[in-house]
């Protein structure tokens, strides 16, 4: 069964950091570009982040670009998103997915991919 569950989410304070996962069951994420995305309530799904499989290449959304970075561990089937200063907007529900393609998508927008996790919630409040 191919499925991907993230964790790591939760409450925290403005200027607080947060490391969410992606862990990756019954196919082997090292093959496939991974991003993660974002939704606020009434708002629309933001890409904010990828990497290829293909040479590591790693792109980011303006919003969040030297505060968040995204990696991958080959050898735990697993992605990570580590998110630094974060701020209230930065809440909302955060989706991992991956694509049938080595590469990102020429950035962090949520286009091609097939598979996708549940979510988990990240909230920033004082």
């Known amino acids: 069964q191919v499925e991907l569950v993230e964790s790591g989410g939760g409450l925290v304070q403005p200027g607080d950091s947060l490391r969410l996962s992606c862990a990756a069951s019954?196919?082997?994420?090292?093959?496939?570009?991974v991003g993660w995305s974002r939704q606020a309530p009434g708002k629309e799904r933001e890409g904010v982040a990828c990497?290829?499989?293909?040479?590591?290449?790693?792109y980011y959304s303006d919003s969040v670009k030297g505060r968040f970075t995204i990696s991958r561990d080959n050898a735990k089937n697993t992605v990570y998103l580590q998110m630094n200063s974060l701020k209230p907007e930065d809440t909302g529900v955060y989706y991992c997915?991956?694509?049938?393609?080595?590469?990102?998508?020429?950035?962090?927008?949520?286009?091609?991919?097939?598979?996708w996790g549940q979510g988990t919630q990240v909230a920033v409040s004082s």
């Open positions: 997915h991956a694509r049938g393609d080595p590469d990102c998508p020429g950035g962090p927008e949520v286009v091609g991919y097939q598979n």
């Open positions: 019954g196919f082997t994420l090292g093959y496939y570009a």
């Open positions: 990497i290829s499989s293909s040479d590591g290449s790693t």
